[in-house]
């Protein structure tokens, strides 16, 4: 069964990955808006594209965030990579909050930090062999 993308669910979720209150993005929006407003908005499991792009340009985020973010979905990718190995032998063992996007972020900053790791023992090496060759 396909789980449904909850668009209110995905603003909420994003408003607060960037720590912004209910209250500041009702102020954006204009005067029409509120608090309450917004909490009820993000209840909703489809927002209106004319609003959604205004919210979108509000939090900087792409329209394509709301529309398609699912949590269950990218739990599941995280999930997969760990049990296909993938990082089996990188050294480290990974804790995640539970937050489904600190969870995305986290990989991502795990993944540059090796990269990075091993891009200075290549760097290391190549000095090593430019000292041997002279």
Do not use: C
Not at 40 to 52: F, P, S
Not at 111 to 119: N, S, V
């Amino acid at each position: 069964m396909e789980q449904k993308i909850h668009q209110g669910r995905n603003v909420k979720r994003f408003r607060e990955m960037l720590n912004i209150k209910q209250e500041a993005l009702a102020y954006d929006l204009g005067e029409d808006w509120s608090q309450k407003k917004i909490s009820l908005l993000e209840q909703k499991d489809v927002i209106e594209d004319n609003l959604l792009k205004q919210i979108s340009a509000i939090l900087k985020i792409p329209m394509e965030a709301f529309q398609n973010f699912n949590e269950e979905q990218a739990i599941n990718i995280i999930s997969n990579t760990f049990d296909n190995g993938a990082f089996l032998n990188t050294g480290y063992s990974p804790t995640f909050n539970t937050n489904p996007i600190d969870k995305i972020i986290q990989l991502h900053e795990e993944k540059i930090a090796l990269y990075e790791r091993m891009l200075k023992e290549k760097d290391e090496m190549m000095q090593r062999l430019e000292k041997l060759i002279k």
